[in-house]
C-alpha cells in the first residue's frame, strides 16, 4: 500500500513507523474474518482493513472527520486480526498512532471530551476507584443485581508470608486491586506454597493501558515510569519476575521496553522491566502443581482474553494446569472473540459492548459450565454483569483454601 504523506505529518514522530505498517498490508481481508465489529456490524469501516484505509487517508490529507474518529473509536483493540494477518501488520500500533491523530484533528463533543476525562481521572488510581467501590458495597442493596455481582466478593486479606529464596513481584494495579483484591491474595498463596515470595508494591500504579488507548500518550509513560520507579529495588535485589495476574496490564508492561525507547533515562530500565514481565500462567506453566489436586470434578468454561491470546500470544498454558488438578475443560464456539469488555469500551459503546457480551456469554455456557474462568479483571467485571453463572480468575481455582 503506497502512502504519501501530507506535508503538515512529515514532523509528527511516528509518522515513519505508520507509512512503514500501512505499506505491510495487502488487503488480503483475512482480518475482518475474525473482526468482532466487523461480524457483528457488517461494515467494512468497522473492520481492521477499512479502519487501516480511513489511517491512510488520515495521514495523507491531515485530515479527519468525525465519521472517521467514530469507527476508530469502534475498534475494541482485541489484536485478534493480528492473529489472523498472514502479512504480520501491527495493526495495533498503526491504530494508536491513527487515534492520536485523530484526538489532534477532530475535537470531540464536551460530553465525550468529559466523560472520557472523568473515567481518566478515576479508574487508574486504585484509592479513588477504591472509594466508589466501598461506596457502592454499602448501598448495594439498592443497586441493580448486575451492577451487584460485580462487587468484590471478598474483603482484603493481609498476608504475613515467609520468605523464601525466589522473589516475583506481583503488580497491585488499579481496578483489581479495587473491585477483586483476593486474586493477587490468591496468587501469593499459591507461590507460597511452591516456595516462592512475592511482594506487591504501594508505590506502583496503573499500567498505563487506559491512557494509552485514550490517545493520552504523554500520560502512559507517567504511569509506566511511576512503575518503573516502584519495582526497581526489588528488581536490582534479585527479583526473577513481574509476574502479571491481569492479562490487560501483562501485555502493556510487555511493551514498556518499546514505549520508552527513545527515553534516554528509562530506556534501559523499561526494557529490562519488559523482559522479566510473565503472565501467571507462563510461570506457573512451568512449576509442578502436583501439590494443588483437586478431588472435585467441576466443569469449566475458560474464556482466554483478548489480551492474553492476541496481545501476549500466551494460548494453551491455562487449560492444561487447569485439567492437571482435576477440572474439566468445556469446549465452545467462538473462543477467539472478544466478550466485549475491552477497558472502557464497555462504558463508550455500550450497545455494541452489549451485543457481544450476549454472544460469547451464549457460547459459553452453552454445555451449562459449573464456573466461568477467565485471567483479565475487566472481562470478569463484564460477564458477571451478564449472568448468575459464577466468574472467576483461574487463579481462584487452584488456591487449595477455596472451593
Not at 19 to 24: A, F, G
Not at 89 to 104: C, D, F, M, N, P
Request: one cysteine or more.
Amino acid at each position: 500500500m503506497q502512502t504519501i504523506i501530507h506535508k503538515s505529518l512529515k514532523k509528527y514522530p511516528a509518522i515513519k513507523q505508520a507509512d512503514e505498517i500501512l505499506r505491510s498490508c495487502v488487503h488480503c481481508g483475512f482480518c475482518n474474518a475474525t473482526c468482532p465489529t466487523y461480524q457483528l456490524l457488517g461494515d467494512e469501516l468497522d473492520g481492521p482493513r477499512g479502519r487501516i484505509y480511513l489511517i491512510k487517508q488520515l495521514v495523507e490529507t491531515g485530515i479527519c472527520t468525525e465519521q472517521t474518529r467514530n469507527h476508530l473509536d469502534r475498534c475494541l483493540t482485541c489484536r485478534n486480526c493480528e492473529t489472523t494477518c498472514p502479512s504480520g501488520v501491527q495493526y495495533s500500533r498503526l491504530l494508536t498512532i491513527g487515534r492520536e491523530l485523530a484526538e489532534k484533528n477532530s475535537p470531540r463533543k464536551i460530553f465525550d471530551t468529559v466523560l472520557r476525562r472523568l473515567l481518566r481521572l478515576v479508574i487508574p488510581y486504585r484509592q479513588r476507584i477504591g472509594v466508589i467501590v466501598k461506596i457502592a458495597l454499602k448501598l448495594k442493596p439498592l443497586l441493580p443485581a448486575a451492577t451487584q455481582r460485580q462487587l468484590p466478593e471478598e474483603p482484603r486479606v493481609e498476608l504475613d508470608l515467609p520468605k523464601h529464596q525466589r522473589l516475583v513481584i506481583i503488580p497491585k494495579g488499579c481496578a483489581q486491586d479495587a473491585f477483586a483484591a483476593d486474586i493477587n491474595t490468591d496468587c501469593r498463596v499459591i507461590l507460597d506454597k511452591l516456595g516462592i515470595s512475592s511482594v506487591e508494591i504501594d508505590a506502583d500504579t496503573c499500567c498505563g493501558a487506559m491512557s494509552e488507548h485514550m490517545s493520552q500518550t504523554s500520560e502512559a509513560e507517567m504511569f509506566m515510569k511511576k512503575n518503573i520507579d516502584a519495582w526497581w529495588q526489588s528488581i536490582e535485589s534479585g527479583a526473577e519476575a513481574i509476574v502479571s495476574t491481569a492479562s490487560a496490564c501483562g501485555v502493556m508492561i510487555k511493551d514498556y521496553g518499546r514505549l520508552l525507547e527513545n527515553d534516554s533515562a528509562y530506556a534501559e530500565k523499561a526494557s529490562r522491566v519488559s523482559k522479566l514481565c510473565i503472565d501467571i500462567s507462563e510461570f506457573l506453566a512451568k512449576e509442578d502443581l502436583s501439590l494443588f489436586e483437586n478431588s472435585q470434578s467441576k466443569k469449566i468454561s475458560f474464556h482466554a482474553p483478548c489480551t492474553l491470546q492476541h496481545g501476549q500470544k500466551v494460548t494453551g498454558k491455562v487449560e492444561p494446569l487447569l485439567e492437571k488438578i482435576g477440572y474439566e475443560l468445556i469446549d465452545y464456539n467462538d473462543a477467539h472473540l472478544c466478550c466485549g469488555s475491552a477497558g472502557t469500551y464497555s462504558i463508550l459503546q455500550k450497545d455494541i459492548s452489549a451485543k457481544l457480551l450476549s454472544n460469547k456469554l451464549g457460547n459459553l455456557l452453552e454445555s451449562q459450565p459449573d464456573i466461568i474462568a477467565t485471567a483479565n479483571i475487566g472481562c470478569i467485571l463484564h460477564m458477571r454483569s451478564g449472568t448468575e453463572t459464577p466468574i472467576k480468575h483461574w487463579l481462584q481455582l487452584i488456591n487449595p483454601s477455596k472451593d
